[in-house]
């Protein structure tokens, strides 16, 4: 090839890539909304438990409301789902992601792919247990272990003036997930100084209602003497008690129920006595993540992690609440 021919051929080439944007500083992929909204590509964990539910609502109508155009994906629970939906939206440039890692290993890859196509990512509700904290620009979300403890403090008061051994049982979240893990390690950082409190079975239930059951039920079966069940959220809850009462028991009475969540269903169950004692998480995260991530999409610095605020429910409470719980 003659020397002019390439000198062109490289000319053209160059011009290409400065059009094409290649390697451009600054800011995330370029909106890809005709009206230039912000688009944000979220990816969910799934549809398992009416706390998922009513975040989902939280996201969609908050997105609505901010005027950001939300690309939404429900990964039913697989975390090779998020991969491909969060590689989907590197694909169509979005101007930001945000989603709630299913489990809390496996990010970095592509996390770095949407850090080197320089669209900032957002984590809503579960952590990462990623050593590169620059691969996400915030964490929004429960403190999982304070939900743990919480727990557990309501147990350890409610039985200070029992000394016989007290036998729990223990329904976990979805394996390797965030709050699975820390929602376990809180309550065991509270109970561990005391003997009498004993985990005689601990297993999961992957946050769903039916899982639940069935494992309560394998509970029930294999331990005569259960005096507390803590699950890890509502739903696993609801589902023991239609266990517990299966097996000729009360809930709430004959086993003493805590869960974390404060859902509608599960506050029902609190006022009318089958859960003794609910430790809120709260779901309604959209507003949160819609201003993050206009900050974050117009440059602005933004704190890495923000903690929900939220609280707890006795039977009381509980009573008193329901009529303007919003989920
Ligand atoms: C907690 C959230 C958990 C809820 C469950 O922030 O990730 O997942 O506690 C839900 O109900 O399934």
Redesign the pocket.
């Known amino acids: 090839m003659s020397k002019r021919i390439s000198s062109k051929l490289i000319a053209i080439v160059a011009a290409a890539l400065v059009l094409s944007g290649c390697g451009s500083e600054g800011g995330g992929g370029g909106s890809t909304a005709d009206d230039g909204k912000i688009t944000m590509g979220f990816s969910q964990?799934?549809a398992?438990?009416?706390?998922?539910t009513a975040?989902t609502k939280s996201i969609q109508e908050a997105a609505k409301a901010a005027g950001i155009e939300l690309k939404f994906s429900d990964a039913q629970q697989k975390q090779e789902n998020q991969i491909k939906a969060i590689r989907s939206f590197i694909q169509q440039r979005v101007d930001v992601i945000a989603f709630?890692p299913v489990v809390e290993s496996g990010w970095d890859t592509v996390l770095r792919e949407a850090k080197n196509a320089n669209i900032p990512v957002i984590l809503t509700?579960?952590a990462v247990d990623s050593q590169d904290t620059t691969l996400y620009k915030a964490f929004l979300?429960?403190d999982?272990v304070e939900e743990g403890r919480r727990a557990a403090r309501w147990l350890v008061e409610e039985y200070k003036d029992v000394d016989e051994t007290v036998n729990i049982v223990e329904l976990q979240?979805?394996t390797g997930?965030?709050?699975a893990n820390d929602r376990k390690a809180g309550f065991e950082e509270i109970i561990k100084d005391d003997p009498k409190f004993k985990i005689i079975a601990s297993q999961t239930g992957d946050?769903?209602r039916a899982k639940g059951k069935e494992v309560m039920e394998a509970f029930l079966k294999s331990n005569p003497d259960i005096d507390v069940l803590y699950a890890?959220?509502?739903?696993m809850g609801l589902g023991a008690i239609e266990a517990i009462e299966g097996a000729g028991k009360v809930p709430g009475k004959d086993i003493k129920i805590i869960t974390?969540?404060a859902?509608r269903d599960g506050m029902q169950a609190l006022a009318d006595g089958k859960i003794n004692f609910i430790v809120e998480?709260s779901?309604l995260l959209g507003p949160q993540l819609m201003d993050l991530a206009k900050k974050v999409v117009n440059g602005e610095e933004v704190p890495q992690r923000v903690v929900t605020e939220e609280t707890t429910f006795t039977q009381e409470q509980a009573k008193e609440a329901l009529p303007s719980r919003q989920y």
Do not use: M
């Not at 398992?48 to 998922?52: A, P, V």
């Not at 890890?232 to 739903?235: L, R």
């Open positions: 964990v799934g398992e438990s009416g706390w998922r975040n709630s509700d579960r979300g429960s999982f979240g979805t997930s965030a709050p946050f769903t890890h959220n509502d739903d974390i969540d859902v998480c779901p």
